[in-house]
Each structure stands twice: as structure tokens, then as C-alpha cells.
């Protein structure tokens, strides 16, 4: 008994020492004592939602090295997030088509150096609706083909404005067949690239390590990064958690979260240049909390711009519902980066009106974010990608629900299988950073099946991960930090990866 009271002595000293610095801090920063879960949020102690850390001292240091300054400056200009382009990844489960019947793929002339008849065939398209003689549609900048129904539900939710500052690029890259094994989501290496959220830094509508079904890749992966789930509005609006006195519930958690985040604290290295480094944090982040967020402004219900884009009860129907919870809280900055994950695209033996009419969905789903973002004068960036692909029956032609002869799917392909990005700015369409031969990064070989030595990703889904970041960091015009932030990448850096960015920078 003596020693648990000598333990809990020690321990209320410790308590009281770390009172007193936390005290002496605020009273030398002239900022308040945190008391709530927000207030913690703005210094830095806590990550969001499930998950409460410090961060370490090489991690900040590194925090640091990759803002390359030597001083602290801090952002004033009331915005939300880490003022990092939004970033949504739609994860497509169970090996959806994209390349041919959706977006065009071509061999190493790009887009438009189209493939023979049987090597479209294989990709769902007989002879009548062949792209070398429908053409394509480029709408989106990106070719797509004109009977597309991915593009069906993209133009169904934006207007021509949105349209014409969008751009985008396809990837022709292998992936196994439906698996959640392939380490397709980069959403880890979008936050380490400095995408961040006023509540969290990624999110996801799966309960998963990835926030969507394929895996993160290993190397990626840091847990306080781990996506918080939001499907639904009500998870939306739980992102908030915090005290009372910023207009949310729970101030037992928030006093929690302080209580912990204070005995992590203790835990720090008390040399200057770490508290220096905590100060700059602290006052970065402060900058950014200056505004009162209230559940109405988490909640995509309540959103007058997602009630008219998704229009007449869409809000009610779950893929519409979790889409719009997830764009709601990336675009407006409450979270960094996230994935709206839709199941069930094993396609292969399916009738091709209901496989066409889930890509219509998925097509309305990144239209709608497109739009959001838009009416929000937000730029975006959208990945779309699914774990292995397709090839279909060419003895079975049907009408695909929409008055087109395709051809119906009949088994899981991992080598049709390819990926997709799409840019939006509110300034004007991103422009390509090798004019054509940026739109698409590989190419297929005239039978309709990827060239796995057309690019250093063509055949490594962990790589494709990589080229997603670094194409993230050349939106803002970073590639240059590429090494540093996914620390030695199997892709390499500097003018080893200059052709595979697809984009001059953005912001």
C-alpha cells in the first residue's frame, strides 16, 4: 500500500509541474489555457477524432525542414485545413472497369493512339462504338468516351463551367483481382505532403486503415494519420466532439483529451528549440481555429449548395448520403484528404445495365465533388481506382440500360486495369506539364492489356500509390519535396520522376 501512495504522490507532483508550465506557456504566449478538445486541437495535442498524440520531436523537426524555413510564419488568413489542395480518393471494391468503356486508353502515343478492334472488345466496346469512329468527348479535358456512363453521371452533376477547369490523366496499371490486399490508397501520403483538417487529417466512409477496402501502403503508414470514419452525417458532425464552449457536447472527453494530452506533454525534451518548434505549432494552429464551428457547419444536410446539387432526396440514398458527408468535411477543410469507397464492382457475369448504372452512380458521386467544390471556389484533386478490372464476353452484346450495344463483362482481369486522376481549379483548367503526353501516364498494348514496362508503375500498386502523391505535391508545385516526404521512394525523385507529373501547378 506505501507504494501505490508513494506512485500517487509522485504522480500529483508530476501533474502539478506540468500545471504550472502548461500556465507559464499560455501566460508567455498570451494565449488562453486550453480547456476544451478544440483548444487542444489549435496546439497541437491532440490529432482528432479516436486518436491522441504528440507528435515526436524528429517529426516535428522534419514538420520543419519540409516548410525549408528557419523562421516561424504563421498564416493568418482565416482559412480551414492546412490551406492544401482538398483530396478525395474514390475506391472502387471488387475490380470495376475504367479503361475503355469509361475512360479512353490508347498505346505510347497517349489517349488517342487507339487500340485494334479486339483490343476493345476486351474492354466492353464492339466495332459500332469503337472511339476511332464515335471520337471521344473531353469535357473534363480528360478523353473519355462518349457512351460512357462514368461520364453520364459526371455531367449529370456539374455545369459547363466546372467542366472547363477540370483536367485529369489515366494511369495504365496492373492490380490484382478483387482484393483488399492491393496497397492502392495513398491518402497517408497525401497528409505526410502536408494535407491536414481542422478536426483530422484523413477520413474515410470505411472502418479501415485506409478509410476505403485496398490497403495503404506500408511505408506510408503513420497512425496518428489513421482516417476517422465518416459515412453519415451524424459521423460528420461528430467529427466536432470538444467542449461546451465551442458549441458541441462531450466536454467529459475534451477534458480527457486535456488531461492526457497534458501528461503527453510531459514527456518532452524541455530544450529550447523544442519548445520553440511546440510555440511555432501552437501558433500556426491557433491561427487557423479563429472561427466557431457548429454542428450545422459539419452537416451535409444542412449545406444549402450539397441540398441543390444532390437534389430531390438524394441526401436520403447511402451513395449519395456518405459522398456528400465526406466531400463536406475535405473541401470545407475539416479534414485533409479522404475516401468514399463503393463495394460491390465485381462486374464480371453481371448484366451490363446494372454494372453501367453503378459506374452512373460512382460518375454522379465525383461530378458532385467537382461541383462542390466549384460553388465553393475550392481547387480539388480526385483519384478513382479499383482493385484489378475486367475483360468482357464478346459473344455477349446487350443494350447497356442507357440505348448502347456493349459488350457484358465476364471475368476479373488484372491486366485491363488502370486508374484515373481529375484536377479542378477555380482559376482555369490545369494545364498539362507535357502537353499530351502527360494525359496519360503508360499505355496499353494494341490487345487491350497494359504495357507492364511502360512505366516504373505499370506493374506496382505500392508505386502508383507514390506517383498519386508526387503528383499531389506538383499541383502546389512541392515535387521537389517528394523524397523528403515519402522518405526515399521506390519511384526516386528529381528528373527520375518529372515525367510522370501530369500537372503545372495549381496554387
Known sequence: MHKYREQFRRTQAERRRLERRIEESCRKSGHQRPKSRRDFLSQGLIAGVSTVFLPSIAMLLAREAHAQSAECVVDNNG???????PFLAFDQGGGANIAGSNVIVGGAGGQEDFLSESGYAKLGLPNAILPQNVGVDRSFGLAMHPNSALLRGMMDKTNAATRANTNGCVIPARSENDTGNNPHNPVYGIARAGANGEFAATIGTRNSESGGRSRAPNSMIQAELRPVKVSRPSEAIGLGGGGSNDGFPNGRVAEASAIISALKLGKINEQQATEDL???????????????????DLDPTMDPILQSIFANGELDDGDFRKAAAAMKIVVNGYGGAGTIEYGGRDYHQDPRPET?????????????????AAQLGKP????????????????????????????????????????????????????????????????YRSDGNV?????????????????????????????????????????????????????????
Not at 288 to 295: E, I, Q, Y
Request: a negative charge; aromatic letters at 10%; glycine letters at 10%.
Open 79 to 85: 482559412l480551414l485545413g492546412a490551406g492544401k489542395i
Open 278 to 296: 511546440l510555440q511555432c505549432g501552437y501558433d500556426k494552429a491557433n491561427a487557423t481555429f479563429n472561427t466557431l464551428v457548429t454542428p450545422q
Open 356 to 372: 453501367d448504372g453503378k459506374d452512373f452512380v460512382v460518375g454522379q458521386a465525383i461530378g458532385a465533388s467537382l461541383e462542390y
Open 380 to 443: 480539388l484533386m480526385i483519384y478513382c481506382f479499383s482493385d484489378g478490372a475486367v475483360s468482357a464476353d464478346t459473344d455477349r452484346p446487350e443494350d447497356d440500360g442507357n440505348g448502347t450495344t456493349k459488350f457484358r463483362w465476364r471475368s476479373d482481369n488484372s491486366q485491363t486495369a488502370a486508374s484515373f486522376i481529375l484536377a479542378y481549379s477555380p482559376i482555369a483548367r490545369p494545364a498539362l506539364r507535357n502537353d499530351a503526353a502527360s494525359q496519360q501516364l503508360g499505355y
Open 451 to 507: 504495357e507492364t514496362s511502360s512505366s516504373p508503375f505499370a506493374n506496382s500498386v505500392e508505386a502508383l500509390a507514390e506517383m498519386v502523391v508526387l503528383n499531389y505535391l506538383g499541383l502546389h508545385g512541392e515535387e521537389g519535396m517528394f523524397g523528403m516526404v515519402l522518405n526515399n521512394p521506390r519511384l526516386g525523385t528529381g528528373a527520375a520522376v518529372a515525367p510522370y507529373i501530369a500537372f503545372d501547378a495549381i496554387v
